[in-house]
């Protein structure tokens, strides 16, 4: 559209300047409804004639199925839902389960080195004492005969004495052996550790549920800007081709008028009139070219391969009055936003950071305990039956004492971090309600935009019309004539822009409170 402007900067003195310049102005604003309605990815692709027509919640349903941001941003969901699920598995006992072979190339001895052992000398008193005698049959009668004998108390001294003990290899078990056990680890104390980092995992999971609410609804709000932008970009095309084909009737009647000799149509005046009439078919064939874009972006934004188009099924851009109150939004907003409450998830995260750190001062106390059984098929040295199987029972505990002052460190950066987004939750307060605010002034001044261009549209239809009629009778001047049409065409594109502006402030503002457009995205998205 820029090449047809050339011709409407010409200096000159030509009476049909104005109409020059409202050809200027409405490809001004033909070209400014035409930014808003393709993206600059959907403009690199080829134009296709693949093209399938869709409502808006059929392109919301479909937007939910294939653009690709969603699933991308549910995995990372996903990922912080499993390590919320770390977080709670140290409340659990941890049990390991241990087997092993080993194959030795001899098997294990202990070696008794070679010793001298000492005797000191020794006294031995021996007191008093009666003994039994039995004598055989034959010597004192023909049966045996049992005497007492006394025995006196005896003092024995022995002379100290060395012996030699000879090294000795001690086999402790076969080369082979198989051995299993059962690890018991439960922490029974950690001074808030587990539950700072549950908190931390549990905010995560939050906080990535909004990122995900977020993507949904960015979707469906670029989803619905390319959508009446696609419809905004027909209406402009359609407007074009109908102000086209009346200014070239005019052209035809112009040229009868001119070569008949009738009325105050000269050569000049056919001449100027057939110059705006060819300006605005190259101008209606870049508002094709926008339309398709338009539609290819659409696709583009739902996720759809560069070969597709979608052509919206509405013909008109809906327009309803917003007269919601500022306080209201701006409270729902703090109840909905995804951005604030993805923050608030930030505030819990921090304090559980902080529970972590702290820990850190205190003892911590586990119980333990092993059940372990090996297989060796010798009996003797470590081998036992004894040792083959039994189990352990036990309790650690440590204390910290003095780490360098390092967990005092870490406390001090976990509470700069927390004061941090606290600080940043009041600018985040003030942003969210700016940004409603403007949204919401935003949609004011269309709304008052909107009546206006609607009254001004009304009344350059009728004046189109009055100066067609005059013109047949010779009574108006050419220069009027198309005037009148091009104002009657800026004016409709204008509204129709007014239009758009609304519904695209309208999607905004869902957006910034996020609620609306959530709802209707999760009716787009449920299986029927």
């Known amino acids: 559209m820029k090449s047809a402007l050339v011709y ?24 400014a409804a035409a930014d ?10 080829l134009v296709s004639a693949n093209s399938r027509e869709m409502s808006l919640d059929e392109c919301f349903a479909l937007a939910s199925q294939q653009n690709h941001r969603r699933p991308a941003s549910r995995f990372a969901l996903a990922a912080a839902e499993a390590q919320h699920r770390q ?13 092993g072979y080993e194959l030795l190339d001899e098997y294990r001895d202990f070696l ?18 009666t003994a039994f005698v039995t004598v055989p049959p034959g010597v004192l009668g023909p049966a045996a005969v049992q005497l007492p004998v006394g025995v006196p108390s005896q003092t024995i001294t022995t002379s100290p004495q060395f012996f030699n003990v000879p090294a000795q290899d001690v086999k402790l078990g076969d080369r082979e052996t198989v051995a299993g056990a059962v690890d018991l680890t439960w922490l029974i104390f950690d001074g808030g550790m587990r539950a700072g980092l549950k908190a931390q995992a549990q905010a995560g999971v939050d906080a990535y549920k909004q990122d995900v609410r977020r993507t949904d609804l960015e979707i469906a709000e670029t989803v619905t800007r390319m959508y009446y932008g696609a419809v905004l970009a027909r209406q402009l095309r ?65 996720g759809l391969p560069w070969q597709q188009s979608i052509s919206p099924r509405d013909t008109d851009i809906p327009f309803d009055i917003f007269a919601g109150d500022l306080e209201t939004i701006v409270g729902q907003a703090y109840e909905f936003s995804p951005d604030w409450l993805q923050l608030e998830a930030g505030l819990r995260a921090g304090a559980g950071a902080v529970e972590n750190a ?39 505990l440590s204390l910290p004492l003095f780490d360098g002052h390092l967990t005092s460190a870490r406390v001090a950066a976990a509470r700069a971090r927390l004061n941090q987004l606290k600080e940043q939750r009041f600018m985040l307060q003030e942003g969210i309600g700016l940004q409603i605010k403007q949204t919401i002034v935003g949609l004011d001044t269309v709304q008052k935009a909107h009546a206006a261009t609607l009254a001004a549209r009304t009344a350059a239809e009728e004046d189109r019309d009055l100066n067609t009629r ?46 609306e457009i959530a709802r209707r995205l999760q009716a787009a998205s449920d299986p029927k």
Request: charged share 15%.
């Open 36 to 45: 808003t309605t393709v993206s600059p990815a959907a403009a690199t692709g």
């Open 358 to 396: 702290r820990s850190g001062f205190a003892p911590k106390l586990a119980l333990t305990g092993t059940l372990h059984k090996i297989w060796n098929d010798y009996d003797a040295g470590y081998a036992t039956a004894r040792n083959k199987q039994g189990w352990t029972v036990g309790l650690g």
């Open 8 to 31: 409407f900067k010409l200096p000159h003195r030509h009476r049909f300047s104005g109409v020059l310049a409202l050809v200027a102005a409405l490809s001004m604003v033909a070209s």
């Open 112 to 129: 008794f080195p070679q010793s001298v052992m000492g005797i000191p000398p020794l006294t031995i008193t021996t007191p008093p004492s």
């Open 87 to 99: 977080a709670l598995s140290g409340y659990w006992p941890q049990v390991t389960l241990k087997a």
């Open 470 to 515: 005059a013109y047949l009778d010779s009574l108006v001047e050419t220069e009027k004539v198309i005037r009148s049409q091009l104002f009657e065409a800026l004016m409709t594109a204008q509204h129709l822009k007014t239009r758009y502006e609304h519904a695209a402030l309208r999607a905004r503002l869902n957006l910034l409170v996020g609620s």
């Open 238 to 302: 359609q407007l074009g081709a109908d102000t086209l084909e009346r200014m070239d009737s005019t052209l035809h009647l112009t040229e009868t008028m001119y070569r008949e000799g009738g009325g105050k149509v000269n050569k000049s005046d056919y001449l100027a009139n057939k110059v705006m009439v060819e300006s605005l078919r190259a101008m209606v064939a870049y508002l094709e070219q926008n339309e398709t874009m338009a539609q290819a972006a659409l696709a583009n934004c739902m």
